[in-house]
């Protein structure tokens, strides 16, 4: 098992990136938006990795960090999506929406993934709506740290209580969280950020 791959970032492919190690080419394929938060050829990069190994083939699978890792592992454990789906899957949105879109049963915002239908995306649903948890998304959304957990755990009510308030609106859940992460900074109340999320939405 390969935990990860730490070294110079060599090259980047259509759907990969090609990281030096000792003089060793790694390609490992990686989710868009991941690939779009690379840094320069040449910069030192670490990633986070699941090894696919097929009776043809063995394929690395990259992450910048370990929480886009885990919720990949979740994806691909669901019956009918390999990792190819997966990564379709975190291409299309981000592990954070994601969440949001299984929690909030959104399996239109799932099946705009290439490959991946409705069927597919309401099973996913189903499958890991018990597995992912919003106060924890949106702890990782604010990257708090031990000291601010309570603070913190007030902050994820809020914002929680705000995107389900735009969700009954109407409104998206992926775009709502970004909209609630847009407007949560310096607000005191779930009725603060809402009015804030809702300027970005109009």
Not at 7 to 14: K, R, S
Not at 59 to 80: A, C, M, P, W
């Amino acid at each position: 098992m390969i935990s990860y791959v730490k070294g110079e970032l060599a090259a980047i492919e259509e759907q990969k990136a090609v990281i030096d190690v000792g003089g060793i080419g790694y390609g490992v394929y990686m989710p868009q938006q991941s690939m779009a938060r690379l840094p320069e050829i040449g910069s030192t990069v670490k990633l986070h990795t699941y090894l696919n190994v097929k009776e043809d083939a063995m394929q690395l699978f990259g992450f910048l960090t370990r929480d886009d890792l885990e919720i990949f592992k979740l994806v691909i454990g669901v019956s009918g999506i390999g990792p190819k789906g997966g990564l379709n899957i975190l291409s299309a949105m981000s592990p954070d929406e994601l969440r949001f879109a299984i929690m909030s049963g959104d399996a239109k915002a799932i099946s705009t993934a290439p490959g991946i239908g409705k069927k597919t995306a309401e099973k996913l649903i189903v499958e890991l709506r018990d597995k992912v948890d919003i106060e924890e998304m949106l702890e990782h959304a604010a990257h708090g740290d031990e000291g601010g957990a309570a603070a913190l755990s007030a902050d994820s009510d809020m914002q929680s209580e705000a995107v389900q308030a735009l969700v009954a609106l109407g409104y998206g859940s992926s775009e709502s969280l970004r909209a609630v992460k847009k407007a949560s900074p310096g607000c005191a109340t779930a009725e603060d950020i809402l009015k804030e999320a809702l300027k970005y939405l109009f």
